[in-house]
């Protein structure tokens, strides 16, 4: 006699961001899988990345939460939002996608846990975690000044303000303006933009002499913000 098994249709579900495999309950951010979204700045960046869902099964796979399908908790659930939404039927062997967007509320690293309710019987809800990084932009401007103007003040400005103290590391170096023919004063330090505030300056003296020059240049360069 023949004894004939039949398995019963049922759906699979399966993530990816960028092509790769996220696993269902991953705790490990990663750019390979846009699970981490890099840097964004405070003031102005949004970063969005999009996401895969694949019915890899013999079935229909539903997404049985509610609109938008997918929930995003977690300690900085606000800085993230899903922005396109994804269908919540799926047929076997179909896919569907949305859109996250990042758009950080604060300064480091910013953690949330995605999540998708669906009918998939050993991998409901489906979750794993995600990141970004909020930043500031710091910047300094150019200056002209004549030789015998003393000093060349330099500001160092933020994008916005910040509730606590900046700090930035700064340094004089050559270009057409050299410390051998005595054309400015070799300086370096730490800058402090207080909390609250937008700027800094940084003076660096000139040295003047009677002979002429064309005009001339040197660099200002900050580090370590």
């Known amino acids: 006699y023949t004894i004939q098994c039949t398995v019963p249709p049922a759906p699979e579900i399966n993530v990816q961001g960028n092509s790769t495999t996220i696993a269902d309950g991953d705790t490990s951010p990663s750019a390979a899988d846009h699970t981490d979204f890099g840097s964004s700045d405070v003031t102005s960046g949004t ?6 869902i694949q019915n890899t099964g013999t079935a229909a796979l539903s997404l049985t939460g509610s609109s938008p399908y997918v929930a995003i908790s977690g300690t900085n659930a606000a800085d993230f939002g899903v922005t396109a939404t994804p269908s919540n039927s799926i047929a076997a062997r179909g896919s569907t996608t949305f859109q996250v967007t990042f758009n950080p509320s604060d300064l480091g690293v910013r953690t ?11 991998e409901n809800p489906y979750n794993f975690d995600i990141q970004g990084t909020g930043t500031l932009s710091i910047s300094i401007n150019d200056v002209s000044v004549n030789e015998n103007g003393g000093n060349a003040v330099f500001t160092i400005s933020l994008s916005a303000t910040y509730s606590s103290d900046i700090t930035v590391n700064y340094a004089t170096a050559n270009n057409t303006a050299t410390l051998a023919d005595n054309d400015y004063t070799d300086t370096s330090g ?12 940084v003076s660096i003296p000139i040295t003047g002499d009677t002979h002429y020059e064309p005009n001339e240049t040197f660099y200002l360069n900050i580090s370590n913000a």
């Open 112 to 122: 949330a846990s995605l999540s998708i309710a669906n009918n998939d019987s050993d």
């Open 190 to 201: 730490t800058a402090t933009i207080t909390a609250g505030q937008l700027t800094t300056t």
């Open 47 to 52: 970063i969005v990345r999009t996401f895969t």
